[in-house]
């Protein structure tokens, strides 16, 4: 056997998203294409400082894709967090040879993997989480699966509640991202859409585009609600009370986490996984992982950490355009 080029370990961190599995496998696969070693460390940062790592062979990976969820495990680590925590994981890696550490998260796990790299290692990242809320990169991992899973779950609450002409709150996924909500208002065609980016806390005005809407002629209503408003259960009370429709609210929560990743997530997430093994290869550091433009590229993980993205005013307009008839 010719002599390794060195070891790449990969972790998934943070909330597990539909496509992480793609992205490991392709880690491994393309890694030992290349002539590495690759190991997967298990539950995200705290497997590095329990020593939770093993080797990963070509068949390690087999019959992966097709899962949501990480086989990896995730977590988030309070010992990691501090400074310290970072020192004590590049040791480890150093003392078991790990050069590149590839971390599959989102901007807490970039965060973690920014300052490791601060203590020399190699850091690469790919953007995991269904939230889309990554700066650098116009798709992340899961999103895709995460927001169809959401909008299924919205065609099948439109028809029980347009059979008993109800007022539906939806809460969907998304802390401080409003991305899902946003997809789900259009895909779906909710007469609402709360985003934490958009909402001005003006529920009167809400309450009254809800009655107007019921004096137009409709007979049913869905308003979709990003969990960074939330409150979805006092807003369907306080509906129901304000303007006579009955009203009922139902939180999605983790369900939109899990399922068989999408096409799009299993193909993207495997490019970046190939992609990310590509600039190792290359002699690349510290770089996160993104799509751009058509395209996978990589950013230096200190510029990506300068950017910053948010909704655009076009496409929530449009949402609300396309919904409601004009007064
Ligand atoms: O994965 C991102 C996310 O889904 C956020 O939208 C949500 O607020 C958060 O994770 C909740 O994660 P957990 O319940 O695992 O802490």
């Known amino acids: 056997m010719s002599e390794i080029k060195g070891r790449i370990a990969i972790l998934t961190s943070g909330g597990d998203a539909p496509g992480m599995n793609a992205a490991i496998r392709a880690v491994v696969r393309a890694g030992i294409s290349k002539g590495y070693e690759v190991y997967g460390i298990i539950h995200g940062y705290n497997g590095i400082l329990n020593r939770e790592i093993k080797k990963l062979d070509f068949r390690d990976v087999s019959e992966k894709i097709q899962h949501g969820g990480t086989f990896l495990f995730t977590a988030r680590s309070s010992e990691f967090r501090p400074m310290e925590g970072k020192m004590k994981a590049a040791a480890i890696c150093k003392e078991l040879g790990i050069e590149h550490l590839v971390v599959i998260g989102g901007d807490g796990s970039f965060t973690g993997a920014k300052n490791l790299s601060k203590f020399g290692i190699n850091i690469i990242g790919l953007p995991g989480t269904i939230d889309l809320d990554i700066a650098y990169t116009e798709y992340t991992i899961g999103f895709d699966t995460a927001v169809n899973t959401a909008m299924e779950a919205i065609d099948k609450l439109r028809e029980t509640s347009n059979s008993h002409d109800r007022c539906s709150v939806v809460e969907v996924m998304g802390r401080s991202a409003g991305y899902i909500a946003l997809w789900c208002g259009i895909a779906n065609g909710a007469e ?101 433009d058509g395209h996978i590229y990589d950013v230096d993980v200190m510029e990506a950490f300068t950017m910053t993205k948010t909704i655009g005013d076009f496409e929530y307009e449009a949402a609300m355009e396309l919904a409601n008839r004009p007064d």
């Open 192 to 292: 609402e859409i709360l985003l934490p980016e958009k909402f001005d806390n003006n529920y009167d005005k809400l309450i009254d585009t809800i009655k107007k809407n019921k004096a137009k002629g409709k007979t049913h209503q869905i308003i979709v609600n990003a969990e960074g408003v939330g409150h979805s259960n006092e807003l369907a009370e306080r509906i129901e009370k304000e303007t006579g429709i009955e009203t009922r609210a139902t939180i999605l929560g983790h369900v939109q986490r899990g399922g068989t990743p999408t096409a799009r997530d299993r193909v993207y997430a495997s490019l970046m996984g190939a992609y990310a093994v590509k600039i190792i290869d290359e002699g690349k550091k510290n770089r996160l992982v993104g799509y751009k």
